[in-house]
């Protein structure tokens, strides 16, 4: 990939023109990094200073010049932001509508277990979230939940199968299932061994590697939609709808939406970001 760095001799002169310039150099949307901006910008500093680099235009250069540099720089766009039960709205129709129709759909087709993957997981908060959602609030007999959840950052991916949270990443949990799911050691809630089960964490880069399918329900929330360019998020949209079951649900970020050459995804509730994959046969 060329950085045209004549043509941003002129402007380069803040983090947020760099950020604005370098973004879609790489694959990524600046709209998606606008509040986060801060964050970014400043582990861009301490980069800087690290290589003794004062200005961004001479940081370009360096980019251009080591490409080594351009995977340290990806990791500095790593947002992790997430909490259990991000979106109760969501959490209610997977409730309500989504795991009742999987279920029932199951039960017709004699099938034993319904696959879930939770792209983009973090430090599991949402594989736990629908981890105790089906086992208290559904548990439907002879019917398993498989959780596969992925992950670039081996970092947060630790945490995961570590289980252990602060107590505001859990402010968002219904009362009931935090007793039921967590131990208190000091300030951190510990995730109980039983919920563990049936849960595969994965270290895989999405644009490279994505888990087996066929899924029933894929989260992709608040990640390639929201981060990624659409000449990078939309072949991997196609991607993942190749790997779900008809009549499956794909839910994204309740500030993301699904781009609308993406017919054969029907929204199911207006303004809820859960859609089912129809296919006209
Ligand atoms: C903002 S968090 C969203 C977490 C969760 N899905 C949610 O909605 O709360 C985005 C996550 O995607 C992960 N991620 C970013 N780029 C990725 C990639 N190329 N492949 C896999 N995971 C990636 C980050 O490490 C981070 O944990």
Redesign the pocket.
Known sequence: MFICLLCTFIVMKSCHEFLQHILPELGYRWAGFRKVRRQVCRRIHNRMQELDISNYLDYLYYIEENSAERETLDRML??????FW?DKGVYAILEQTVFPDLIESARQENRTNIRCW?????NG??AYSIQLLWQHRLSPEKLELEIIA????PT?LERARAGCYPEGALKDLPDELLEKGFERKDSTYVIKERYKHNIHFLE????TEMPGGPFDII?C???ILT?FDRTVSEPLLSKMLSLMQKGGYFIT?STESIPPSFGDLKQIKKGEPVYKLIVNQ
């Open positions: 790593d947002i992790t932001i997430t909490r991000r939770s792209a983009g997981c973090c908060e949402e992925n992950d670039l950052n947060v895989q880069d999405i644009r989260l929330r608040n990640f981060y970020g």
